[in-house]
């Protein structure tokens, strides 16, 4: 206990000094710049500026990139509430709320409320990542390949199921393609190359960094250019500091939300936009006014945005201790870790336990800037709305290429860019989640060989996949969720809960 | 029809599901056979359930399961003038913008690059697109001096800052 505050206390003494301070400073805005930015999303965000940090020292480097992933997140509710478009995906739920407090003339009451609520979903999910972390990663030293091939199987079962819009079996076939996409070039067991097709850069496999950087950069790109809609601005004419009272009244959402979005970030590859989602759902269902939301309920706008930034602190759970990313940009910055000689998972809590408390301690910083900034720098931000978007994606395009080559320079991998942005694109079109398929690009090493290894160590027996209790355990989960996402099993089951709460009631 | 109701887009989507669920059929058998023909190395005398085609194997027949029942799912969705509405759409101006994205990027990318100096590439780039985008396909009303005045000085500072800022002081190489 003693030992994590003094790690923690470490951590944050480590970037207190000025050229941290300023790198958390111009990151942070860039951040918050890029969420507020339509079309522009905190993945993409991440995954461009990799390459800026490529030749950072390696903590500099993460502690940019979580301040650019934390100040996106944040900084697509001011998108939400002044032009009813949710900057990043992740603000959809604030939009709700956020608009119509905009229109009644409250724009500045609203994002003072988004702002502070966001510091206290990411200190609730801060305050989960440093007690439960450590613990975990304790755990899973305890994992073998039985339990890393479920728990990656597990991942994108889960996001599949979760993320699914449209149909869950839409989220389930994203996964599919990105494992097999994650089955390119050389298997790491017998080093046989497969799917390679005689192509010479095909051999060590597609690269994550260029293939986010298609599907969530030029992707993202097409998709905002094909509307033709302009929106209004809305003006902010009030006060943008809320007082204590407008926020601490809350204080039941607040914890709730923050709690709910933590367990949603734990869960990979699920995200924030879920996390955003479920909390609004759970505050609206809780509150005393239900009928206010979707009308400009503080209430409803406080969850949402309390919910969606948990769940980035709390992403950093499995991502630093299983290396399962919780998040798509969380997937990024696993990328960015190993480019930066960090290995997460399991051994982190062994070979580098000051990274963990490193990690706490940037995105306290990240979060304090975020409020700062938030609080203080309204009118500049607005003014970023008002950039035409036409003159800003010419310009994301070259950074797409730039991101894309700089980390391996290959012209290749800008190809690979180009062909991720154009799939990508087709599948958003056609309502197909992408974070499926980041995990299964990720995941899909892991799977494969934890698989094939657990079966040699077994000589070709299967049996301890599922006698194993932590293999059990997960095994049946994955069943139980690829149950529960058939239509006719899950109405049966739903029934049979209904059917239990309504007896005593009528007895 | 740029905005199509929602009653459309679910019957337009109805059958472009029945089409990407052919084409995933499809995929998901060929790597079924390319995995099931892939070398199992005996010569290396693997253990068989090792064999480097196991789990694409797996993934192929999940993936053509998936792809079957997407199809199923679709052709059950009632779907009045679905297939017109997806004709229509690759006819629309939305689809025009995103083609003319497209394009740009693919001349930009495979042409440019390499011919010209990455800078001049990305300056060219950013010229059209704004251009195009503020005068043939713009939004709202056109005003070609202010639009090359912005084209001309965006291109200049975004291109020319963006290798500025990477080759020179991050040290990163451009292509």
Same mark, same amino acid.
């Given at each position: 206990m003693f030992d994590g505050l003094l790690l923690l206390g470490q951590g944050i003494g480590h970037f207190l000094t000025p050229a941290a301070l300023f790198n958390v400073a111009w990151a942070t805005l860039l951040g918050v710049v890029i969420g507020i930015l339509p079309g522009l999303t905190a993945t993409m965000g991440v995954a461009l500026l990799v390459t800026l940090t490529y030749k950072m020292a390696p903590d500099q480097a993460i502690l940019t990139l979580m301040c650019v992933y934390l100040g996106a997140i944040y900084g697509g509710s001011r998108t939400a509430i002044l032009?009813? =478009? @949710?900057? !990043? @995906?992740?603000n959809a739920a604030a939009t709700l709320d956020g608009h119509p407090l905009a229109q009644q003339g409250k724009a500045g009451l609203a994002m003072g409320l988004a702002t502070t609520s966001s510091t206290l979903g990411t200190l609730v999910g801060i305050f989960f990542l440093a007690i439960i972390a450590p613990f975990l990663a304790e755990a899973a030293l305890k994992f073998g390949s039985y339990e890393f091939f479920w728990l990656a199987l597990f991942g994108v079962v889960i996001s599949g199921q979760m993320t699914?819009?449209? !149909?869950p079996l839409k989220g389930y076939i994203a996964g599919i393609l990105g494992l097999l996409v994650a089955m390119v070039g050389m298997e790491t067991l017998h080093a046989h190359q497969r799917f390679t097709f005689g192509i010479s850069q095909l051999g060590g496999g597609i690269d994550l960094i260029p293939a986010m950087v298609g599907a969530f950069g030029l992707a993202e790109i097409l998709s905002a250019m094909k509307r033709n809609a302009v929106a209004h601005v809305a003006s902010v004419n009030d006060r943008v500091v809320p007082t204590f009272r407008e926020i601490f009244r809350y204080w039941k959402t607040i914890i709730r939300s923050g709690v709910i979005g933590t367990f949603i970030g734990i =869960? @990979?590859?699920?995200? *924030?936009d879920v996390g955003s989602w479920t909390s609004y759902a759970a505050a609206k269902r809780a509150s005393?006014? @239900? *009928? *206010?939301f979707g009308k400009g309920s503080q209430e409803g706008l406080i969850a949402a945005e309390t919910g969606d930034n948990a769940v980035v602190s709390a992403a950093m759970i499995p991502t630093l201790t299983l290396a399962l990313p919780g998040s798509a940009a969380a997937a990024v910055l696993i990328a960015a870790m190993y480019i930066h000689g960090i290995r997460p998972g399991p051994m982190i809590m062994v070979e580098n336990p000051v990274f963990l408390y490193q990690v706490v301690a940037m995105l306290l910083l990240a979060t304090l800037a975020n409020l700062v900034f938030g609080l203080s720098l309204t009118k500049v931000f607005i003014q970023v709305l008002r950039v035409p978007r036409q003159r800003l994606m010419a310009v994301i395009y070259i950074l797409c290429v730039v991101g894309s080559f700089a980390i391996t320079q290959r012209m290749f991998d800008v190809y690979v860019m180009l062909g991720f942005g154009v799939f990508g694109f087709i599948l958003r079109e056609m309502k197909y989640p992408m974070a499926p398929m980041v995990l299964g690009i990720v995941l899909g090493d892991l799977l494969d060989l934890n698989l094939r290894r657990g079966l040699l160590l077994t000589n070709g027996d299967p049996t301890p996949f599922f006698t194993r209790p932590i293999s059990a355990v997960i095994c049946l989960i994955i069943v139980f969720t690829i149950l529960m996402s058939i239509p006719a099993v899950s109405k049966r089951v739903r029934a049979l809960f209904t059917r239990g709460r309504a007896a005593p009631a009528q007895g | 029809m740029d905005t199509p109701t929602e009653a459309d887009e679910t019957a337009i989507r109805a059958r472009a599901d029945l089409l990407t669920s052919i084409v995933l059929v499809g995929l998901g058998l060929t790597i079924f056979y390319l995995s099931w023909t892939m070398p199992r190395l005996e010569a290396r005398h693997i253990h068989p359930a090792t064999i480097p085609g196991l789990v694409p194997l797996i993934l192929s027949v999940g993936l053509t399961l998936c792809g079957a029942l997407l199809g199923l799912r679709s052709w059950r969705i009632e779907a009045e003038g679905g297939w017109r509405g997806l004709a229509g759409i690759f006819t629309t101006r939305q689809a025009l913008r995103v083609l003319v994205i497209l394009g740009l990027a693919l001349v930009h990318t495979l042409i440019l690059v390499g011919w010209l100096p990455f800078w001049a590439a990305a300056m060219l780039f950013i010229f059209a697109f704004i251009m195009i985008f503020e005068t043939?396909?713009?939004?709202?009303?056109?005003t070609p001096l202010s639009t090359l005045g912005w084209a001309i000085a965006i291109a200049v500072f975004g291109g020319g800052g963006i290798y500025l800022v990477f080759?020179?002081?991050?040290l990163v190489r451009l292509p």
């Amino acid at each position: 206990m003693f030992d994590g505050l003094l790690l923690l206390g470490q951590g944050i003494g480590h970037f207190l000094t000025p050229a941290a301070l300023f790198n958390v400073a111009w990151a942070t805005l860039l951040g918050v710049v890029i969420g507020i930015l339509p079309g522009l999303t905190a993945t993409m965000g991440v995954a461009l500026l990799v390459t800026l940090t490529y030749k950072m020292a390696p903590d500099q480097a993460i502690l940019t990139l979580m301040c650019v992933y934390l100040g996106a997140i944040y900084g697509g509710s001011r998108t939400a509430i002044l032009l009813n =478009i @949710p900057g !990043t @995906p992740a603000n959809a739920a604030a939009t709700l709320d956020g608009h119509p407090l905009a229109q009644q003339g409250k724009a500045g009451l609203a994002m003072g409320l988004a702002t502070t609520s966001s510091t206290l979903g990411t200190l609730v999910g801060i305050f989960f990542l440093a007690i439960i972390a450590p613990f975990l990663a304790e755990a899973a030293l305890k994992f073998g390949s039985y339990e890393f091939f479920w728990l990656a199987l597990f991942g994108v079962v889960i996001s599949g199921q979760m993320t699914g819009s449209d !149909t869950p079996l839409k989220g389930y076939i994203a996964g599919i393609l990105g494992l097999l996409v994650a089955m390119v070039g050389m298997e790491t067991l017998h080093a046989h190359q497969r799917f390679t097709f005689g192509i010479s850069q095909l051999g060590g496999g597609i690269d994550l960094i260029p293939a986010m950087v298609g599907a969530f950069g030029l992707a993202e790109i097409l998709s905002a250019m094909k509307r033709n809609a302009v929106a209004h601005v809305a003006s902010v004419n009030d006060r943008v500091v809320p007082t204590f009272r407008e926020i601490f009244r809350y204080w039941k959402t607040i914890i709730r939300s923050g709690v709910i979005g933590t367990f949603i970030g734990i =869960i @990979p590859g699920v995200g *924030e936009d879920v996390g955003s989602w479920t909390s609004y759902a759970a505050a609206k269902r809780a509150s005393k006014h @239900p *009928e *206010e939301f979707g009308k400009g309920s503080q209430e409803g706008l406080i969850a949402a945005e309390t919910g969606d930034n948990a769940v980035v602190s709390a992403a950093m759970i499995p991502t630093l201790t299983l290396a399962l990313p919780g998040s798509a940009a969380a997937a990024v910055l696993i990328a960015a870790m190993y480019i930066h000689g960090i290995r997460p998972g399991p051994m982190i809590m062994v070979e580098n336990p000051v990274f963990l408390y490193q990690v706490v301690a940037m995105l306290l910083l990240a979060t304090l800037a975020n409020l700062v900034f938030g609080l203080s720098l309204t009118k500049v931000f607005i003014q970023v709305l008002r950039v035409p978007r036409q003159r800003l994606m010419a310009v994301i395009y070259i950074l797409c290429v730039v991101g894309s080559f700089a980390i391996t320079q290959r012209m290749f991998d800008v190809y690979v860019m180009l062909g991720f942005g154009v799939f990508g694109f087709i599948l958003r079109e056609m309502k197909y989640p992408m974070a499926p398929m980041v995990l299964g690009i990720v995941l899909g090493d892991l799977l494969d060989l934890n698989l094939r290894r657990g079966l040699l160590l077994t000589n070709g027996d299967p049996t301890p996949f599922f006698t194993r209790p932590i293999s059990a355990v997960i095994c049946l989960i994955i069943v139980f969720t690829i149950l529960m996402s058939i239509p006719a099993v899950s109405k049966r089951v739903r029934a049979l809960f209904t059917r239990g709460r309504a007896a005593p009631a009528q007895g | 029809m740029d905005t199509p109701t929602e009653a459309d887009e679910t019957a337009i989507r109805a059958r472009a599901d029945l089409l990407t669920s052919i084409v995933l059929v499809g995929l998901g058998l060929t790597i079924f056979y390319l995995s099931w023909t892939m070398p199992r190395l005996e010569a290396r005398h693997i253990h068989p359930a090792t064999i480097p085609g196991l789990v694409p194997l797996i993934l192929s027949v999940g993936l053509t399961l998936c792809g079957a029942l997407l199809g199923l799912r679709s052709w059950r969705i009632e779907a009045e003038g679905g297939w017109r509405g997806l004709a229509g759409i690759f006819t629309t101006r939305q689809a025009l913008r995103v083609l003319v994205i497209l394009g740009l990027a693919l001349v930009h990318t495979l042409i440019l690059v390499g011919w010209l100096p990455f800078w001049a590439a990305a300056m060219l780039f950013i010229f059209a697109f704004i251009m195009i985008f503020e005068t043939w396909l713009a939004d709202g009303p056109i005003t070609p001096l202010s639009t090359l005045g912005w084209a001309i000085a965006i291109a200049v500072f975004g291109g020319g800052g963006i290798y500025l800022v990477f080759e020179r002081i991050f040290l990163v190489r451009l292509p």
